[in-house]
């Protein structure tokens, strides 16, 4: 019995997906200049200095919520507006360079009817996205786009649902459209999204990771200095400096890891008679301040040997500081 049920479940989720997924392929098909219209509609009236304002009620009403959600993060200003608290003062959000995007499945919701007259003399203009695209709304409206279906997912042919998903990739493909007119690409996504895995990687540099107290030794240091400053500085790594550069940085000369200590270990006799100089890494791979962290992460991973420590350093190779691959890991770019 278990195994039956399994099965019809399955089935039935396949139809549905299936039902919609024709319906989104039908409706690309046909898309035609009144999709074009619409987003060159909504792109000028974000040029001029004003905002899309979705609307409609019940599921069209969450799809539109949705969708100026979408709108927002890609770079284009939007926000929903409830038809029924819009005729109750919620229309004082609309501006005189503002378009409408307005959303039914019926083409002819009695709420955006009943706000428009007022909501047409407040703003730009109206576009909309209709299930039934010859519906009253259609007459109302400066650009309509069809999201007509020939049947509901749901078997009784009732509850929206590809109707639903088509408006809702209408929707998508608007923000798309506009997105791409704009030229909003990572780096703007990337400040708008700061806590997410993309913000962090376009937006997160080396000096807002790197640690700027770490071991600092000079050449000749010997082997027991270089261990206790290892255990003082647990970074993995440490810097030998020589001299100092024009702006009073101590310059770089090399690198000693926790893994060149074992090397050196390696060879018994004569361990503590070693220098700095003796075991460290000359002329070591570096970073600017200015690196993106996810940069940082790509440069100390894509090479024969990993590399666990990372000096970063300025124009004259003064050093700032130092990146550890574990702290890139711990903020999720790893």
Not at 260 to 276: M, N, P, W
């Amino acid at each position: 019995m278990a195994q039956q049920n399994s099965q019809k479940i399955l089935e039935e989720a396949r139809r549905v997906l299936s039902v919609e997924a024709e319906t989104l392929s039908t409706a690309a098909a046909r898309l035609d200049q009144s999709f074009v219209d619409t987003v060159l509609a909504l792109h000028s009236a974000l040029k001029a200095g004003g905002k899309i304002v979705t609307s409609g009620v019940g599921k069209s009403g969450n799809v539109a919520q949705k969708v100026a959600a979408t709108l927002t993060s890609t770079g284009s200003m939007a926000v929903f507006l409830h038809p029924t608290e819009a005729v109750h003062g919620d229309l004082g959000i609309l501006g005189p360079k503002d378009v409408l995007l307005l959303f039914s499945h019926s083409g002819a919701s009695q709420e955006l009817l009943l706000m428009l007259p007022a909501a047409r003399a407040l703003c730009a203009g109206v576009c909309s996205i209709l299930g039934n695209p010859k519906g009253t709304l259609s007459a109302q409206s400066d650009a309509v786009i069809s999201s007509s279906i020939s049947a509901e997912a749901c078997s009784d042919n009732l509850a929206p649902t590809a109707s639903s998903t088509l408006a809702m990739a209408i929707g998508d493909a608007i923000a798309m459209s506009l997105k791409s007119l704009a030229g909003f690409g990572p780096d703007h996504f990337a400040r708008l999204h700061p806590g997410g895995s993309l913000g962090k990687r376009l937006l997160t540099k080396a000096s807002d990771l790197m640690h700027t107290e770490i071991a600092m030794l000079s050449p000749d240091e010997s082997m027991e200095n270089i261990v206790v400053a290892l255990t003082k500085y647990p970074h993995s790594g440490a810097c030998v400096v020589d001299g100092t550069t024009a702006s009073g940085k101590p310059r770089l000369a090399g690198v000693i890891t926790e893994g060149d200590i074992r090397r050196a270990i390696s060879r018994k006799e004569g361990f503590f008679q070693l220098r700095a100089r003796d075991i460290m890494t000359k002329k070591p791979a570096t970073a600017g301040a200015d690196i993106k962290a996810s940069d940082a992460l790509e440069l100390m991973e894509q090479r024969e040997r990993q590399l666990s420590f990372l000096p970063i350093v300025d124009s004259e190779g003064g050093c700032l500081g130092a990146l550890r691959i574990h702290d890139l890991i711990l903020i999720g770019l790893g």
